[in-house]
């Protein structure tokens, strides 16, 4: 079933990119990489002088824009130290975008079954990371959002498969170089997409770094300590030659990326558990929109691995062992993946962090959900064969672990390609579609622009349930950055006072009553059916 589930999740990663639009985001992140490309900051042409986030140089880097760039120039899509806003260019870094996602899931699968000695526990943990909706959704997509949880998840594997003893001395090993790679990697995505993510990462480090003291301290093997901090360095020295305006000053780097990230001012609101949240939202805010993103038999698993952690936690205290007693690779493991799924919304919970759209912030607890899911089927599958469960309730517990990663899989293929407005049957009661935040992306404008007639000009706009609808502020859809919209403009009549209108549905809006329904983008959920936007006649 694991198999057939990555199958799966692989053609959508591969097709996804192709059938979603250019979303919110993307137009200014390719504004940046144009900046940088023509030897400035990575930020937006005449933006240099604003203050705060949108201005500064030390929030966004350019880590995942050099893929991407790099992926259009191979593909004859965009010459070298140049952008295009073409459709070809467009898919390709959408197509980036799902390479990282699907390497998360690999490399997600790989750290867990080393670190279980079950490569049927690794396999699982692949496949039930593509069957969480919203980690396959953005995927499509999302520049800022999928790097990051990449980059964070590389490393956390990295430090996983460090813990995992090698070679006496300082004799390398492919394990040593693995981990390095890893290392690496996870600091260039990680910390050269979104700058501040340097905290979260070096708090991990911290702590691989206590557990190998207690590892050395209690006569167990060495850590590769040498090769985790040589793909530290490595991957800094990439970000530096990368982008030297803002790694060449460690100390203001330091300062001027936590302040400058907590500096954004959004004034919209997220419909969440039928509340619509400003953008400092209430504590409750990121736990609603985590357990309803995950798919509740995954979420099950995870908990389960929360178990076993604790239950060899208890052990060990009640031996009074934990100096004599030198730290596992799979206690390790459930560490590090509590500090990449706690830490850093934690502390965006008590400082009180800027927060919407639901979980696209916050992506990469994702991926330690679905690690923490495969510690915690370890811990089942040793349970049952222990023998402590009998036969049917190994079959029983054989059947749950195959829905846990089907049921998701199917519903998230027939919301396919907006798999990201997924929430989970118990978040889901009352419904869905009037109660959560849907296609904030507008990844439904490409979908939409064919409903719209050759030769019609297509406007584009927003419809929310606690704002009037004014015509005055629709806008061409037709534009450089979404080649798809552009229209033929012929000189055809139209009606008067009527505009083929495109409208994207925000915070539970409906079709304003000036309108006129003519299409709409939809999905169904469980019976349920998902307006995700319209066409209308305005």
Same mark, same amino acid.
């Given at each position: 079933?694991?198999?057939?589930? +990555?199958?799966?999740?692989? #053609? $959508?990663?591969?097709?996804?990119?192709?059938?979603?639009?250019?979303?919110?985001?993307?137009?200014?992140?390719?504004?940046?990489?144009?900046?940088?490309?023509?030897? @400035?900051?990575?930020?937006?042409?005449?933006?240099?002088?604003?203050?705060?986030?949108?201005?500064?140089?030390?929030?966004?880097?350019?880590?995942?824009?050099?893929?991407?760039?790099?992926?259009?120039?191979?593909?004859?899509?965009?010459?070298?130290?140049?952008?295009? =806003?073409?459709?070809?260019? #467009?898919?390709?870094?959408?197509?980036?975008?799902?390479?990282?996602?699907?390497?998360?899931?690999?490399?997600? %699968?790989?750290?867990?079954?080393?670190?279980?000695?079950?490569? +049927?526990?690794?396999?699982?943990?692949?496949?039930?990371?593509?069957?969480?909706?919203?980690?396959?959704?953005?995927?499509?997509?999302?520049?800022?959002?999928?790097?990051?949880?990449?980059?964070?998840?590389?490393?956390?594997?990295?430090?996983?498969?460090?813990?995992?003893?090698?070679?006496?001395?300082?004799?390398?090993?492919?394990?040593?170089?693995?981990?390095?790679?890893?290392?690496?990697?996870?600091?260039?995505?990680?910390?050269?997409?979104?700058?501040?993510?340097?905290?979260?990462?070096?708090?991990?480090?911290?702590?691989?770094?206590?557990?190998?003291?207690?590892?050395?301290?209690?006569?167990?093997?060495?850590?590769?300590?040498?090769?985790?901090?040589?793909?530290?360095?490595?991957?800094?020295?990439?970000?530096?030659?990368?982008?030297?305006?803002?790694?060449?000053?460690?100390?203001?780097?330091?300062?001027?990326?936590?302040?400058?990230?907590?500096?954004?001012?959004?004034?919209?609101?997220?419909?969440? /558990?039928?509340?619509?949240?400003?953008?400092?939202?209430?504590?409750?805010?990121?736990?609603?929109?985590? =357990?309803?993103?995950?798919?509740?038999? +995954? %979420?099950?698993?995870?908990?389960?691995?929360?178990?076993?952690?604790?239950?060899?936690?208890?052990?060990?205290?009640?031996?009074?062992?934990?100096?004599?007693?030198? +730290?596992?690779?799979?206690?390790?493991?459930?560490?590090? &993946?509590?500090? $990449?799924?706690?830490?850093?919304?934690?502390?965006?919970?008590?400082?009180?962090?800027?927060?919407?759209?639901?979980?696209?912030?916050?992506?990469?607890?994702?991926?330690?959900?679905?690690?923490?899911? %495969?510690?915690?089927?370890?811990?089942?599958?040793?349970?049952?064969?222990?023998?402590?469960?009998?036969?049917?309730?190994?079959?029983l517990l054989a059947a749950a672990l195959s829905a846990a990663l089907l049921v998701p899989m199917v519903e998230q293929a027939r919301?396919?390609?907006?798999?990201?407005?997924?929430?989970?049957?118990? /978040? %889901?009661?009352?419904?869905?579609?009037?109660?959560?935040?849907?296609?904030?992306?507008?990844?439904?404008?490409?979908?939409?622009?064919?409903?719209?007639?050759?030769?019609?000009?297509?406007?584009? @706009?927003?419809?929310?349930?606690?704002?009037? =609808?004014?015509?005055?502020?629709?806008?061409?859809?037709?534009? &450089?950055?979404?080649?798809?919209?552009?229209?033929?403009?012929?000189?055809?009549?139209q009606a008067a006072g009527r505009r083929w209108v495109i409208l994207q549905r925000r915070a539970g809006g409906e079709v304003p009553?000036?309108? &006129?329904? /003519?299409?709409?983008?939809?999905?169904?959920?469980?019976?349920?059916?998902?307006?995700?936007?319209?066409?209308?006649?305005?």
């Amino acid at each position: 079933m694991a198999l057939l589930v +990555i199958v799966a999740g692989v #053609a $959508q990663l591969a097709l996804g990119p192709g059938r979603s639009g250019v979303t919110v985001d993307e137009p200014t992140q390719v504004e940046r990489t144009k900046s940088w490309l023509d030897g @400035g900051d990575y930020v937006p042409n005449g933006y240099e002088r604003l203050a705060g986030t949108v201005g500064s140089k030390y929030v966004y880097g350019p880590a995942f824009a050099s893929l991407a760039h790099t992926a259009n120039v191979l593909t004859g899509q965009e010459p070298r130290g140049s952008v295009s =806003f073409g459709n070809g260019a #467009a898919v390709n870094r959408h197509l980036a975008s799902s390479l990282l996602a699907l390497l998360t899931a690999l490399v997600a %699968g790989q750290a867990i079954g080393l670190a279980t000695s079950s490569r +049927i526990v690794g396999l699982w943990t692949t496949a039930a990371l593509l069957a969480i909706p919203i980690w396959t959704g953005m995927g499509f997509f999302n520049p800022k959002d999928t790097p990051v949880a990449a980059g964070y998840t590389f490393l956390s594997a990295a430090l996983i498969l460090g813990a995992r003893p090698g070679r006496p001395g300082w004799k390398p090993d492919p394990g040593d170089l693995l981990v390095l790679l890893l290392a690496g990697a996870g600091v260039y995505f990680a910390v050269g997409t979104r700058l501040a993510m340097w905290l979260p990462l070096a708090c991990s480090l911290v702590v691989f770094a206590a557990l190998s003291l207690q590892r050395r301290g209690s006569g167990g093997a060495p850590m590769r300590w040498p090769a985790v901090v040589a793909g530290v360095l490595l991957g800094s020295l990439c970000l530096l030659v990368l982008y030297p305006a803002a790694f060449s000053n460690p100390w203001e780097f330091a300062t001027n990326t936590l302040g400058d990230s907590s500096d954004y001012s959004w004034s919209g609101l997220t419909l969440t /558990a039928g509340q619509l949240l400003t953008a400092h939202p209430p504590w409750w805010y990121l736990p609603a929109w985590a =357990f309803a993103s995950i798919p509740l038999l +995954i %979420g099950a698993a995870g908990l389960s691995g929360l178990g076993g952690l604790a239950v060899k936690a208890w052990e060990t205290i009640r031996r009074r062992a934990w100096h004599e007693t030198p +730290i596992g690779v799979r206690e390790v493991a459930a560490l590090l &993946v509590l500090v $990449q799924l706690l830490l850093l919304p934690l502390g965006s919970m008590v400082t009180g962090s800027t927060m919407y759209s639901g979980l696209r912030q916050h992506l990469y607890l994702v991926p330690a959900v679905a690690m923490l899911a %495969g510690l915690g089927v370890s811990y089942l599958l040793g349970l049952a064969g222990s023998r402590r469960v009998g036969p049917a309730g190994s079959w029983l517990l054989a059947a749950a672990l195959s829905a846990a990663l089907l049921v998701p899989m199917v519903e998230q293929a027939r919301l396919f390609p907006f798999n990201y407005v997924y929430v989970n049957p118990v /978040a %889901g009661i009352g419904g869905v579609n009037d109660r959560w935040e849907g296609d904030y992306w507008f990844a439904g404008l490409k979908e939409a622009s064919d409903e719209v007639p050759d030769g019609a000009t297509a406007w584009c @706009g927003k419809t929310y349930a606690n704002r009037r =609808f004014d015509p005055a502020e629709l806008e061409p859809c037709s534009n &450089v950055e979404r080649p798809y919209a552009i229209q033929r403009q012929a000189d055809l009549p139209q009606a008067a006072g009527r505009r083929w209108v495109i409208l994207q549905r925000r915070a539970g809006g409906e079709v304003p009553a000036q309108c &006129v329904p /003519a299409g709409a983008v939809t999905r169904t959920l469980r019976g349920e059916k998902l307006d995700l936007a319209w066409v209308v006649r305005c």
